[in-house]
């Protein structure tokens, strides 16, 4: 494994507002991120509502949505702290419900795309 690789993160948020989606992957270009993946998601309390009809007294516990958006990205871990500072920037308060989540693991081994 090359010295570059080794410094490698992966970068995951979870987005509910998708009307953002474009200006953060456009930020993330800016910042010289190199390529994401954009899955689309529910959460757990969407399940619940849509598929679980038993615990439809708990569906009241968890926020309606329309779904939400994974994004995973393999970065430098140098750029791991600006992409998160312009997830912050774009999203808001963060901590509110129905925003996003976003956290980083190391990445122990990357193949494929060159970064």
Same mark, same amino acid.
């Given at each position: 494994?090359?010295?570059?690789?080794?410094?490698?993160?992966?970068?995951?948020?979870?987005?509910?507002?998708?009307?953002?989606?474009?200006?953060?992957?456009?930020?993330?270009?800016?910042?010289? +991120?190199?390529?994401?993946?954009? *899955?689309?998601?529910?959460?757990? $309390?969407? @399940?619940? =509502?849509?598929?679980?009809? #038993?615990?439809?007294?708990?569906?009241?516990?968890?926020?309606?949505?329309?779904?939400?958006?994974?994004?995973?990205?393999?970065?430098?871990?140098?750029? +791991?702290?600006?992409?998160?500072? *312009?997830?912050?920037?774009?999203? $808001?308060? @963060?901590? =509110?419900?129905?925003?996003? #989540?976003?956290?980083?693991?190391?990445?122990?081994?990357?193949?494929?795309?060159?970064?």
């Amino acid at each position: 494994m090359s010295e570059e690789k080794q410094d490698q993160k992966l970068v995951i948020v979870v987005l509910d507002d998708r009307e953002i989606l474009d200006d953060l992957l456009m930020g993330f270009v800016d910042l010289g +991120v190199r390529g994401a993946t954009v *899955l689309d998601s529910q959460g757990m $309390g969407q @399940i619940i =509502r849509q598929d679980m009809p #038993i615990f439809s007294g708990l569906a009241n516990l968890f926020p309606q949505t329309s779904g939400s958006v994974t994004i995973l990205s393999v970065m430098d871990h140098s750029l +791991v702290e600006s992409s998160f500072e *312009l997830i912050d920037e774009i999203v $808001g308060e @963060i901590d =509110r419900p129905n925003s996003a #989540i976003c956290f980083s693991l190391p990445v122990e081994q990357f193949r494929g795309i060159k970064h």
